[in-house]
Every structure is written in structure tokens, then in C-alpha cells.
């Protein structure tokens, strides 16, 4: 999901019946889109498709556009309920090559139409109005952007002439341990409410993202896990994206691709605490958990 620099983003879910997707969601006009896959009473999966070279996780394995089609229509098969598809890295953690928008699109455009005929809705994480207005064309339907209305000026006014939800996720061009995450995050959020409001978006098209692993120490992504309560005070869905993320690996030691244990784990009480949406690399074994967990809560 994007570089990390300024260019120049519910209510406890007790139940998960049956995979069906959400009511009415194919064809939905764009401003009804979020209402509508929320209505389906149960926690979203949406599932992460890294068109880059160089992604924290998976950088490389799904550059092929034969490759990364076969696998969003993969991750639908295994229950993703939104496919997010991104081609700049964001790399939380340094070392990720600025990638202009002419690039982005190019990697972009022989994956993003077949991943749209799949019939899912498609997110794009990108932090450029340009490409985002371009994918829009295209048919992606949510745009994710991992500096909350605050990088690219446009990115408020183009979701609110498109009537498109917006994914509006917390960042710090760096971590600062010292600072009470939470509180700096809350802030951030109000400050990315009212862009939204000057530009026009409706609250119905907003979903707060608190932005774990991105200007966080580990420490601090864990306080916003544990504090996840906190931010529905905006009255907004959350959407948390732990998956893989390095604060896993400073609890147990692995790499990105054994951490799913932890993020599962991370998603599972992320949902207890009232997000709508989590983001995942691992669709299958995540559906699964969250499954089983509301099973056994319905049981109680």
C-alpha cells in the first residue's frame, strides 16, 4: 500500500452466519456500497492483492498479471468479501522505491479489469487523486488511502465527486515513542473528518483505519489494538489491517510469511472490539477463525 511520505484511511459483530455476500452489493451505486456490504451482520474480510516488487509480505510473488488475477479470484473463492489491489508499496518499515503514477498504472492495468469482472468490490490502495480517479474508471469502488485525506489535496474531493467510500487510515511520516498513539491518532482522524466534510463526503462512505504498523512503534500498533474501543467514538466502521506486521514478530519471532498465527489472533480480537472490517493476506485461515469464534460466542 504506498510509500511513507507526505506527497508534496462499528459496532461488535456476535455472529457470522453462512459466507453469503452481502445484500444487494453487485451493482450498487457507490455511495450505497458501504451500507450495503455492512448489512450482511458480520465482520468483512478483505483480502490484499500486492501488484509491486517490493511489499513487506509478498513483494514480487503477484507482479505477473496472470499470477495476481488467479489469486484475487483465489481469495474470493476462499470467502474474501473485498479485494484490495495496490501497485506502490508502502512498506511500514522503510526501503520501498517511490513509484510515479504513469508506473502505478501501467502495473495496474492489465490486472485491475479482470480482478473487477470477478464481481467482488475493489478497493484501490493508492495515495494518488490520479490513479485513484483512473481505477475508478476502471471499476474499483473504494478507495484506500493510507494518509487519510492529508497527503494528495485532491483524494477528498475526488471520493466526494465520485460518491465512492473512502478508507481513511492513520499515519506519522515516523514513529515517536513518546507520544500518546491513541490520542495522536483520534486527532489525526478529526483532522481527516473535516477535510471530508468541506469536501463533501457523506459519513455513510467513511471507514477509519487506525493504521497499524505505519508510524507506530510495535509497542504503540499493539496499544492501538488493545485501545481499538476508543476510536468508535466517531461512530464510523473501523478497519484494522494486522496482518503480518512486524509488531507480530517482536511477540515471537518469524518472518511476514509465519505470522499468521499472530494475525489471526490480532483479527480475531480486533472484531471483539468493534471492527467491521479487518485486511488480510491469508483469506482462507482468517474467514475460518472468525467463523469459529462466532460460533462459539452465538453458543454462550
Not at 499470477?67 to 473485498?82: H, L, N, P, S, V
Not at 478508507?167 to 473528518?193: G, K, P, Q, T
Not at 469536501?199 to 499493539?222: H, M, Y
Not at 503480518?244 to 489472533?265: H, L, V
Request: net charge positive; charged share 20%.
Amino acid at each position: 500500500m504506498t510509500v511513507l511520505r507526505r506527497p508534496r484511511k462499528a459496532t461488535v459483530m456476535r455472529s457470522l452466519p453462512k459466507l453469503d455476500k452481502a445484500p444487494g452489493t453487485a451493482g450498487k451505486p457507490a455511495r450505497t456500497l458501504l451500507p450495503a456490504l455492512l448489512s450482511a451482520g458480520r465482520p468483512l474480510v478483505m483480502g490484499v492483492l500486492n501488484v509491486t516488487p517490493d511489499s513487506f509480505s509478498d513483494g514480487g510473488q503477484f507482479l505477473e498479471p496472470t499470477t495476481a488475477i488467479a489469486r484475487a479470484a483465489q481469495m474470493m473463492r476462499q470467502g474474501a468479501d473485498i479485494l484490495d489491489i495496490g501497485a506502490e508499496s508502502t512498506r511500514p518499515y522503510g526501503g520501498a522505491l517511490p513509484v510515479s503514477a504513469e508506473d502505478e498504472k501501467a502495473r495496474l492495468a492489465p490486472v485491475l479489469p479482470d480482478v473487477v469482472k470477478l464481481g467482488l468490490p475493489v478497493s484501490i490502495d493508492t495515495i494518488k487523486a490520479s490513479l485513484a480517479a483512473w481505477a475508478i474508471d476502471v471499476g474499483a469502488t473504494i478507495v484506500n488511502d493510507v494518509w487519510g485525506l492529508q497527503g494528495d489535496a485532491d483524494m477528498a474531493t475526488l471520493a466526494a465527486k465520485r460518491g465512492v467510500p473512502v478508507i481513511v487510515m492513520h499515519n506519522r511520516e515516523s514513529a515517536d515513542a513518546d507520544i500518546d498513539i491513541v490520542s495522536d491518532a483520534i486527532n489525526f482522524f478529526s483532522r481527516s473528518l473535516e477535510i471530508a466534510a468541506q469536501a463533501g463526503i457523506a459519513r455513510e462512505c467513511i471507514v477509519l483505519d487506525p493504521g497499524v504498523g505505519f508510524g507506530k512503534t510495535p509497542e504503540q500498533s499493539i496499544t492501538c489494538l488493545a485501545r481499538l474501543g476508543e476510536f468508535t467514538r466517531f461512530g464510523l466502521p473501523l478497519l484494522v489491517g494486522a496482518s503480518r506486521k512486524r509488531f507480530i514478530n517482536t511477540i515471537s519471532s518469524s518472518p511476514p510469511d509465519g505470522r499468521i498465527g499472530g494475525s489471526i489472533s490480532a483479527h480475531v480480537l480486533a472484531v471483539q472490539k468493534g471492527a467491521a472490517i479487518v485486511r488480510v493476506h491469508d483469506v482462507a485461515e482468517t474467514v475460518q477463525a472468525l467463523r469459529v469464534s462466532a460460533a462459539i460466542e452465538a453458543a454462550r
